[in-house]
């Protein structure tokens, strides 16, 4: 179905904090979720991926936690650079081998 | 991972006519998708193009509007039929190997006038 919303939310940081973007998912029986940034007039690039018998998994500066019990993802970047600014979204495998996009969030960095 | 080529970027287009997408992937695929984001908002999947049959789309989305072809495993056309502004919106080609983790093309910015 349609993901609607007027505006996606926003959040902002100061350069060298560290940022925590939230997601909750739909489906229970999803096993397979995703990170993508977006920056402005690019398509989504992939950030981190997460399998649903885990429930934390680290790359370079950015961390994603899944907690199935409340259907709920969030990623976690470190020491947030200016380059970090863009639209975040998780995506979720619902079967089928397609994903479908939560709402995402604008994430600011201030120099 | 994939590199993806979606033409064109841009496109401005009278109302009633039709504009066909391209999606170029530089290796063989096994999954390709179309996307439509409208301005400010999230993805919203088209429908998965399957290579050698019909494309199988999501709940408000129809062949006769968004007639799809993949005649091979690294190419794929998305048409927008007869537009009208509601059509404006970015459609973005998506491709991989299955499961996720997905690459994406830059995007068509469709503006229908």
């Known amino acids: 179905g349609e993901n609607v919303g007027l505006h996606l939310p926003t959040l902002s940081v100061q350069e060298g904090d560290n940022s925590i973007i939230n997601c909750a998912y739909s489906?229970?029986?999803?096993?397979?979720f995703i990170w993508y940034k977006q920056e402005s007039g690019k398509g989504p690039q992939f950030i981190i991926d997460?399998?649903?018998?885990?429930d934390k998994r680290q790359g370079q500066r950015v961390t994603v936690l899944l907690n199935k019990t409340v259907k709920h993802l969030s990623l976690q970047i470190a020491a947030t650079q200016p380059g970090d600014s863009a639209v975040y979204f998780c995506a979720e495998n619902m079967g089928g081998n397609k994903l479908v996009f939560g709402a995402g969030t604008i994430l600011r960095v201030k120099s | 991972s994939a590199v993806i080529s979606q033409k064109p970027s841009r496109d401005i287009c009278q109302r009633g006519t039709s504009l066909t997408i391209q999606c170029q992937v530089d290796?063989?695929?096994?999954?390709m998708f179309w996307y439509r984001q409208q301005p400010g908002q999230s993805l919203t999947l088209i429908a998965t193009a399957n290579q050698g049959s019909e494309a199988t789309y999501e709940s408000g989305f129809v062949i006769d509007k968004f007639p799809i072809s993949r005649p091979n495993l690294t190419f794929s056309t998305l048409t927008v039929s007869n537009m009208s502004p509601e059509d404006s919106s970015i459609y973005l080609c998506?491709?991989?190997?299955?499961?996720?983790?997905?690459?994406f093309g830059s995007g068509t910015r469709l503006t229908v006038v």
């Open positions: 998506s491709a991989g190997q299955g499961r996720g983790g997905y690459t």
């Open positions: 489906n229970s029986a999803s096993d397979y």
């Open positions: 997460i399998r649903s018998n885990m």
């Open positions: 290796s063989q695929v096994t999954m």
